[in-house]
């Protein structure tokens, strides 16, 4: 089993930057394509970014790329969302996922943190 808990979320304003945590628990995820979704009010859960088991490669959802960046740091069980020049249009709950391919299926999901940017 691997548990996930995303952190660093909050209020920023448009243009503002956000890093974005993702700390597992129970086993390594080294072995683990990591993923970020994303989940605005009223609107169906969303890809954002992919990085594969040694963070050699990554993919982007086209509203996002050449702002944001995924990483990971396997040494601390943690993948990262690095979130520059935030607009409002990307205010949502961001969740991780843990899959042992791509796209999916995805055998983890943390439980969310809030990101909300004010204009």
């Known amino acids: 089993q691997v548990q996930l808990v995303e952190s660093g979320g909050g209020l920023v304003q448009a243009g503002g930057s956000l890093r974005l945590s993702c700390a597992a628990s129970g086993r390594s995820i080294s072995s683990y394509v990591m993923d970020w979704f994303r989940q605005a009010p009223g609107k169906e859960r969303e890809f954002v970014a992919a990085i594969s088991w040694s963070g050699g490669n990554t993919c982007y959802a086209d509203s996002v790329k050449g702002r944001f960046t995924i990483y990971r740091d396997n040494a601390k069980n943690t993948v990262y969302l690095q979130m520059n020049s935030l607009q409002p249009e990307d205010t949502a709950v961001y969740y991780c996922?843990?899959?042992?391919?791509?796209?999916?299926?995805?055998?983890?999901w943390g439980q969310g943190t809030q990101v909300t940017v004010s204009s």
């Open positions: 996922a843990a899959g042992r391919s791509w796209p999916g299926p995805y055998n983890y």
